[in-house]
């Protein structure tokens, strides 16, 4: 899963010093916890599946690119979130946990928000990736500053940017210099994607008990719902910036 390209970096929770509570944990330690370690199974399941689904969407769009070269870069990204999944099945295996298990609660409301959010065209697909793709690590990323020292290392590492970012840039930009009514079309399109993320992010932490209880302060430190309240005002900026950088109004 992609992270924002660096002239737009993703919103995160302010830096207060050195890690407290679990994020001072390991996994040994912080798993000795039932309904943690619940929680990082759901958090981990969430996110293969989440890897798994953009492999396939990046796979799908490569048919729509105008250019081999087109092609062939985002044939690159997509074996770049294959490997991310990997990562994921392997230490949801090396936790114990079984890694279809543990992706099947989530994979109705990725499939469905992926319905709902199909693509009519390359440039449509480009923008899904970028924004989409990256209200997702930046909600991964503000959960990550609460996990264990292992989970929160391995998540960072799988939301690596695969380099769709500056290439969503770039290929988006151009179409909108050489046409300018492509814009107001993709920013329509880009709002459309943010409020359909929001409201399946919201639908699968309300439909998992630990997950939800790790996310307003029940297990891990430092969350309360006042704090999922401004997690979410941090990710609709960070989206704004985004939108800027696409060239779109938010």
Known sequence: METPDNATPAGEPE???????????????????????AAVIDLLGALAYGELAAFER?????????????????????????????RLRDRLAAVDAEPTA??????????????????SDWLEGLVKAYVGDSIASDFYREVAARLDSDTRALVLA???????????VEKVRAAIDADPRVGGRLALWARRLMGEALSQAQRVVAERDALSTMLVGGVADGFDLAEVGRMFSRI????????AALGLAA
């Open 158 to 168: 799988v939301l690596d940017d695969t380099g769709h970012g500056n290439f969503a």
């Open 15 to 37: 830096d207060t010093g050195a890690p407290t509570g679990i994020a001072a944990e390991d996994w040994a330690t912080a798993s000795a916890e039932p309904q943690y370690r």
């Open 58 to 86: 990046l796979a799908e769009d490569a048919k729509l690119a105008p250019s081999l070269e087109d092609k062939a870069e985002l044939a690159k990204m997509a074996s770049a979130e294959f490997h991310h999944f990997e």
């Open 236 to 243: 609709t900026e960070a989206h704004t910036k985004r939108m």
């Open 102 to 119: 543990a992706m099947e609660p989530f994979a109705k409301a990725l499939d469905d928000f992926h319905r709902q959010t199909a693509p």
